[in-house]
């Protein structure tokens, strides 16, 4: 039973320029959030997807947006990319607010470094 | 909004002692609580959670313990061995929001 699956690994962008990064949720889930982890830092929720539709978002600004296809999956696109956006970011998947379990899975992340 | 704080910071214990993590919550609709252990390089895992319907949760070596009226749920873990040193993070979310808030991580060494 795979896991949650993160790609790419790491990515090195520049200031300015705009990233995308993929996940793919733990076989049987229907939900996937995202989040922003800084170095030495406590992951921050940016938003997660619930059947296609961003279902709840953290404080992040418009340049973080996301989608969701039809067999689960989820992209995270960031624009104008600052050096701030630095970080490690996560997806984790969950059954749907319908299942009535919670527990999140995290992948390993994409580590992004913004030059 | 909601806000996790997570003591100690950093946690050095010799093996075969036990570890406890502390976290205090502020939102009194939270009312569930996971923890996660971060090794370097790789995403939280999972490692235990706690449903605000009840007071305190075992499984092998770990426990927690959530007491709703002073806001604070802890994590225990006896027996320490090397292989848990790594970084612990508290969270919590109202259910059904699956918003995750966590904490500020713990580093735990256990020393050989």
């Known amino acids: 039973d795979a896991g949650v699956t993160q790609s790419p690994t790491h990515l090195i962008k520049t200031r300015g320029q705009q990233v995308t990064l993929r996940c793919s949720p733990k076989?049987?889930?229907?939900?996937v959030s995202w989040y922003q982890q800084a170095l030495g830092q406590g992951p921050q929720f940016i938003f997660q997807?619930?059947?296609?539709?961003?279902?709840q978002r953290g404080n992040f600004p418009d340049r973080f947006s996301g989608h969701q296809f039809p067999n689960y999956s989820s992209e995270l696109n960031v624009n104008a990319l600052l050096l701030g956006d630095s970080a490690l970011y996560l997806c984790a998947s969950s059954l749907g607010p319908l299942a009535g379990a919670h527990e999140q899975y995290f992948g390993p992340g994409t580590r992004l470094t913004v030059t | 909004g909601e806000n996790v704080e997570q003591h100690p910071s950093t946690l050095s214990v010799q093996e075969g002692d036990s570890a406890v993590i502390k976290c205090t919550y502020s939102d009194s609709a939270s009312n569930y609580f996971p923890w996660y252990k971060q090794e370097l390089g790789k995403g939280p895992q999972l490692i235990i959670d706690?449903?605000?319907?009840?007071g305190e949760k075992k499984d092998q070596r770990i426990a927690v313990t959530l007491n709703k009226t002073a806001k604070h749920f802890s994590l225990h873990i006896t027996e320490t061995q090397p292989e848990d040193s790594a970084v612990y993070f508290c969270a919590a979310s109202i259910e059904n929001t699956d918003k995750l808030i966590f904490g500020t991580g713990t580093r735990l060494q256990v020393f050989p």
């Open positions: 706690i449903r605000s319907n009840v």
């Open positions: 076989s049987g889930h229907d939900t």
């Open positions: 997807y619930y059947e296609e539709e961003e279902r």
